[in-house]
């Protein structure tokens, strides 16, 4: 049972580590809109390829 | 895809959906099909979208595009790429590339956003586009040395919305800020209390089934470093909330909880280093979490409030082109708003914001003034007429004279009244403040009491006892209740063109039962039209209507604008000639070489010379005209005020809700009785004088009955004054001078009915937020102090009930609610 003297600061480590990447996403914005990008799924994809979107026009 | 996705039988607008004239709608062809376009602002913005490949937006779209106005397309976006004008808004990044926050207007769905990004992006030069389809704010960046700012923006005016340089000074920006503060206070709080908690049952377990000193140890020891971490960092803003309080000699609801988070640690602490007794880690930790979240919620819901009233409340722009003469010439520059001075004269050019309060100098525009008032269709202003800070210019340029500058234009009072209502104390709300604070003394008290009676009784239950009931006690609910759900209705109402002035506002409007309504310019539009016709010779009456719409059409009187109206200007077919005007009188001319004479009675009669046989004409001079040839009347044009068309329906909604319903007025009783019966009022003060009117205003008071009055807020602000709550149907630029608890700046009297039932819906809110914290502490802080709630039930306890009355609240911003 030792070993659990390794785990617990090795756990702590993880929650570190995970603070920081939290800290980071607020502030690069990913907590920024929360209502957009559920709706940015529904549009993307047909447009990037230009062939579709000539055809799309053309209809 | 086609375009016929979207239906375009009807006669709407393709793009913005509103009708299309039918004497000059624009017919434009689009793929294969030819569309139904109300103006060629909407069709360019149309073809633009469809010649970009974007007809997407068209099947995606949830709501309608906002009209385009073609004249925005033409403007002078240049000023945007001066060095001066950028720095407000526009960062350097490495190289070339800047960025720019913007706020977009006509995000409507999540389809706009998409169309924005989509176009900009596919823009030579722009780098990235990032819209927030939460607060319409995009985030553009670009190289400078490829394409322009100015291109840009001339871009998303093409497909029909409208940037504006945005002020990181805006609330908003400083609620974000806190809100990322909050952000970062929960995830702490959240990582390390999980530990904690993961901890703390292996602690509970071994306390169960035994387990070995040395690993109980080490576990409270990772406790209280974890601990310690989530009471610095996110428990901070209890603590210094706490000593705030204190400094300034209150009891805010930050005692009580850094009261007992304080017990709580130091007791555990205590417990550990000693290694005897109970630790409570887990209940702080879970404490702090739950109590950031809620009150997390709480600025969620104020910065939604915060962005509908941005949205609403349009930014002034940042410079203005100030005319200057020197000898002689007139010399235009740009100069910063804040070096605007009353007497100024300021050129708008067509699509510009206007960016003080003035009156027009010279030309004629359409002012969109749908930001202050709702209202969407743009009203024209000419020489000597006033324009407000904040309204756009739509069609033509005009100069304009400053009168009121920065704090003093009406944009601001309107800031400052809704403020006013959202922060002002009600003596309601001052009330329940006094009650949370002697609330909280008393909790203290309890806890006292609570401790020292357990220790008396010898029983170690007394430190949970009194953690419980330090921590169970939720003060937030009770003075949160009122101004939580006061501030969600006024911009709820705002949205929709109602001010609300005054905090009490809503409840007294929910208590009234006597709706008393002044007749001009509130059950009526306050403006003149055609009534009827009385022959007086054989000459057909439309005949007589030719001949008058002739003679008047470039007559500016009221009366005369009256019957071109009700001809119609495109289709007036005869031409008068040798037009002689007496102002004030009426006019003379000559129509196929016959002589006309149109005017008051009286005026026309004197120069017949006939003036003793139409008597019974000169009675009502004000809304009458005649209309003579030679020596012979031809008939007599009588009008009358319009009355507003929702009139109707809104005395009848207003019936349905059992209220009584009187016309309290200074005009005529043939006239007021006319009105009253065309809209189903029964009970009619007609003929009042203004001291008169407020009797009638202080009898009803007299009979217990609630009494509102309804008027235009300015000639009647004393009876206002009397009824115990006021609405007026107030014009923008008499919004000072209104001096009413609600302001209809959309001037649509059925905003009224929905006023009513937004203040019925308040009411039962705050009621029901009111019960709620009464009865959780009734209830819980008794079980506390026995001893039945442990520390960890008491915080989950306390967040649901403040969670309760927040979310209660926000129930009032939703799209649903009016």
Known sequence: MEVIYLLIPVALLLVVAIIAGFFWAIRSGQFDDLAGPAHSILMDDEDTDPMIQNKNSQQ | MALAAVTSLDLDCFH??????????????????????????????ASAIHGAGLDNYYSLRSEKGLKANAEALEEDFDIYDHPAVQQSFVRKLDGATKEAALVLQGITCAACVWLNEKHLSSLEGVESVDVNYSNHQALVRWDDTR????????????????????????RQALLNHERKQFLRRIGVAAALGMQVMILSVALYAGDWWGMESDFRDFFQRICLLLTTGVLVYSGRTFFSGAWRDLRIGHLGMDVPIALGLSIAFVASTWATLSGSGKIYFDSVVMFVLLVLAAR???????????????????????????????????????????????????????????????IIMDGTASIDESILTGESLPVAR??????????????????????????????????????RAQNGKSKFTQLTDQIAGYFVAGVMSVAGFVASYWLWQGSDIWLQATIAVLIVSCPCALSLATPAAMSAATSRALKNGILITREHALEALQAA??????????????????????LLANTPDQRCLDIAAALERNSEHPLAKAIVTRVGMDSISLVATDITNTPGEGMTGKIAGRAYIIGKPSFVLSVLDRTGDFNAYLQDERTTVMLAVKSEPLCLFRFQDEVRPETEQVVRMLKNKNKVIAMLTGDRQTIADKVANSIGIETVYADHTPVQKLEVIDELN???????????????????????VSIAMSDTANITSANADILLINKDLSSLVQALELASKTN??????????????????????????????????????????????????????V
């Not at chain 2, 299309?20 to 913005?45: E, I, K, M, W, Y």
């Not at chain 2, 039962?513 to 009385?534: A, C, P, Q, R, Y």
């Not at chain 2, 509102?708 to 009647?716: K, L, P, R, V």
């Open chain 2, 513 to 534: 039962t006597h709706f008393v309504f002044d007749k001009t310019g509130t059950l009526t539009k306050g403006s003149i039209v055609l009534d009827s016709i009385e």
């Open chain 2, 147 to 170: 394409i322009k700012l100015s291109d840009i923006l001339r871009e998303i005016t093409c497909i029909g919305y409208t940037a504006h340089p945005y002020d990181p000074n805006h």
């Open chain 2, 16 to 45: 913005c959906g509103l009708p299309v004239p039918a004497t000059h709608a624009v017919r434009q062809a689009l793929s294969d099909q030819t569309l139904n376009f109300c103006c060629p602002g909407c069709a360019a913005v």
């Open chain 2, 764 to 817: 039962s809110v705050i009621r029901q937020n009111m019960v709620w914290a009464i009865a959780y502490n009734i209830i819980a802080i008794p079980l506390a102090a026995i001893g039945y709630v442990p520390p960890w039930a008491a915080a989950i306890g306390m967040s649901v009930s403040s969670a309760f009355v927040i979310l209660n609240s926000s129930r009032l911003l939703s799209e649903r609610s």
């Open chain 2, 296 to 358: 997390y919620v709480e600025l969620n819901n104020r910065m939604r409030a915060a962005s509908i009233i941005d949205r609403k409340i349009p930014l002034l722009p940042s410079s203005a082109t100030r005319i200057d003469h020197f000898s002689n010439t007139e010399h235009h520059s740009v100069i910063p708003c804040v070096e605007l001075h009353p007497g100024n004269r300021i050129l708008v050019k067509p699509g510009e914001v206007i960016a003080a309060d003035g």
């Open chain 2, 382 to 419: 000419s020489l000597g007429e006033k324009v407000i800070a904040g309204s756009v210019n739509i069609d033509s340029p005009i100069k304009v004279e400053v009168t009121n500058v920065g704090q003093d234009t009406v944009l601001s009072d309107i800031e400052r009244l809704l403020q």
């Open chain 2, 702 to 724: 007299n009979q217990s009955a609630k009494t509102a009055m309804i008027g235009d807020g300015i000639n009647d602000a004393p009876v206002m004054g009397g009824a115990s």
